[in-house]
């Protein structure tokens, strides 16, 4: 997919993989902005009922408005491609920061609040993220946790 452009998002590199599909770092030609394209697999979206399940998901996901939970800009298909465009964080999951060294106790508790106050958010729309786990959680290059869906 890397030099290939979905509608008018230019795919520049692969910055994640995942079970619900693979992630590109990809440039907003209309905006002319970074966003994260993730491609959704086929046998994703080939089932009329999960592709219904999935849209309903995106659509409760996007209507969300907080500055601890990744934007979601679309949802669409080109050439028979399904994808989602959101916002592009930079920087790098909890999962691998923990990894490379052992958080200090007050790190570890302002990422926990910025979650909790970000979960809590999303439950109070009727939003559930039923994936939460380092891996869907980005830490900013400022510090600030972002929470985001795999699904």
Excluded: C
Excluded at 24 to 29: E, G, I, M, N, S
Excluded at 119 to 142: F, Q
């Amino acid at each position: 997919m890397i030099g290939h452009t979905l509608l008018h998002y230019q795919i520049l590199e692969q910055i994640g993989q995942g079970g619900m599909g693979v992630v590109y770092k990809a440039r907003d030609l209309h905006l002319d902005r970074f966003v994260a394209i993730k491609i959704l697999p086929q046998e994703k979206v080939s089932d009329p009922e999960r592709r219904h399940r999935f849209i309903i998901e995106a659509k409760a996901a996007s209507a969300l408005n907080h500055p601890g939970i990744v934007v979601i800009h679309d949802i669409d298909e080109s050439h028979g491609v399904h994808f989602i465009a959101m916002e592009y964080i930079a920087g790098q999951t909890l999962q691998n920061i923990m990894r490379d060294r052992r958080l200090p106790l007050a790190q570890s508790l302002e990422y926990a609040i910025q979650i909790a106050d970000a979960i809590s958010m999303a439950h109070s729309a009727g939003v559930v993220h039923r994936d939460l786990k380092p891996s869907n959680v980005m830490i900013t290059e400022k510090d600030l946790v972002k929470v985001w869906r795999r699904r």
